[in-house]
């Protein structure tokens, strides 16, 4: 969707390193949510925005963290990235009912 | 393509046949339902979707049927075409602290159009 766009939309990084995706949407949506895909699980939920600078966990939090300083961008931070980080990586906005997804990034943490 | 076809369901169809991929849920407090289609290298997209006091709801080609008694959801495509081949997701929505849903998502099937 033109309304939301993620960057990058793909990364190689090694383990260690810390990694900053960003989400960016021009919809002015309250909600902001960052969720990882993985192969046997489907999409799980990371972390949460209702609003400029707030924000809550997801039901796979650790070792992300977020920040919104702005309606219109939220950032997911990987502090030290490890192998098992390796996903394809999705932005979603909403407003009241179903969510919006991004085109994704997909990182590879070597 | 996506790492997350591997180990999917998979439905094969026709071209113009009627399709039907179902999704069981586990939580009997669910009360809508949102249908996501996606394709290859793209992020979810909605398809359609359906509250708790409904049975069925119909779009354009699509529709959805849920049963409340055994928790059980489909998705119907009529007259199949090559455009609908993608994974599909059923997705609960359910409340999150300060406001804004959670999409807890199946893991998905493939459907694959033959020509």
């Known amino acids: 969707d033109a309304g939301i766009t993620q960057s990058p939309r793909h990364k190689v990084t090694e383990t260690g390193t810390p990694v900053t995706l960003r989400c960016h949407q021009t919809?002015?949506?309250?909600?902001m949510y960052w969720y990882r895909q993985d192969p046997g699980h489907g999409l799980r939920l990371i972390h949460y925005?209702?609003?400029?600078?707030?924000?809550d966990k997801g039901e796979v939090s650790d070792g992300y963290s977020v920040s919104r300083s702005k309606t219109e961008d939220f950032l997911l931070t990987l502090e030290s990235a490890t192998s098992s980080q390796t996903s394809v990586y999705f932005c979603?906005?909403?407003?009241?009912?179903?969510?919006?997804f991004g085109p994704g990034t997909r990182l590879l943490v070597l | 393509g996506e790492s997350v076809g591997l180990h999917l369901p998979t439905l094969s169809v026709q071209e113009g046949d009627n399709s039907i991929i179902n999704c069981a849920y586990s939580?009997?407090?669910?009360?809508?339902f949102i249908w996501y289609k996606q394709e290859s290298g793209k992020g979810p997209q909605f398809i359609i979707d359906?509250?708790?006091?409904?049975d069925k709801r119909q779009g354009q080609r699509v529709t959805v049927l849920l049963n409340k008694t055994v928790k059980h959801l489909s998705l119907q495509i009529a007259a199949t075409q090559p455009g609908d081949s993608a994974v599909y997701f059923c997705?609960?929505?359910?409340?999150?602290?300060?406001?804004?849903?959670?999409?807890?998502f199946g893991t998905g099937t493939q459907l694959k159009v033959e020509l």
């Open positions: 979603a906005i909403s407003d009241t009912s179903g969510s919006v």
């Open positions: 919809e002015n949506h309250r909600y």
């Open positions: 925005s209702y609003g400029v600078k707030d924000t």
């Open positions: 939580n009997s407090a669910s009360d809508y």
């Open positions: 359906i509250r708790s006091n409904m």
């Open positions: 997705a609960e929505i359910s409340p999150l602290g300060g406001g804004g849903n959670k999409l807890t």
